[in-house]
């Protein structure tokens, strides 16, 4: 026995002889597998290794983050760009109502626009601090990239009504002004 206090154990009664010698035969072992010149890493470098870890997980989840960020804003600026080439002139003298956010909002359309917001061919999007209309087909390029920026879509709002409505039957005509 190698060890000292294994000895002063053994003669205690605390532990057996084969016990002892099975632990100075593992500790044996773990020094032979332990490269030459290489001494067992101390505590401190293994709380460095440990830090270095850590570090490097914030880093990747910090990475990530400002990705997912920078994807958020490419999706945004994407969405502008089609808004303002699509977006349709309002000169109208009739306000349009619609809810955003349950609140009542505001449009100046022409009679024309008025009838196609109605029946779904234009719809209202987000843009800045205001509203535009833009077609269905711009409508969908934005959908895709962010579907909270479409306000009003009537062609949704329609397929969206169940069968257990009460009020099924009696639908809000298209030209009541609020």
Do not use: C
């Amino acid at each position: 026995m190698r060890n000292l206090l294994q000895q002063q154990l053994v003669k205690a009664g605390l532990i057996d002889k084969n016990k002892a010698k099975a632990v100075a035969h593992e500790q044996m072992l773990a020094q032979k597998r332990q490269p030459k010149g290489q001494a067992a890493p101390s505590a401190a470098q293994v709380d460095a290794q440990h830090a270095l870890a850590e570090r490097a997980e914030r880093d990747r989840a910090l990475a990530a983050q400002q990705k997912a960020q920078a994807h958020e804003h490419e999706m945004r600026a994407q969405i502008r760009q089609i808004v303002d080439a699509h977006k349709l002139p309002r000169g109208g003298e009739i306000a349009y109502a619609f809810s955003d956010h349950h609140k009542i909002r505001n449009v100046l359309v022409d009679s024309g626009q008025r009838a196609q917001l109605a029946s779904g061919r234009l719809l209202i999007v987000r843009h800045g601090d205001g509203y535009e209309i833009v077609p269905r087909s711009a409508a969908e390029k934005i959908r895709e990239r962010d579907a909270t920026m479409i306000v009003l879509d009537h062609a949704q709002v329609a397929a969206a009504t169940s069968e257990d409505d009460p009020y099924k039957d009696f639908p809000v005509p298209d030209d009541l002004i609020w």
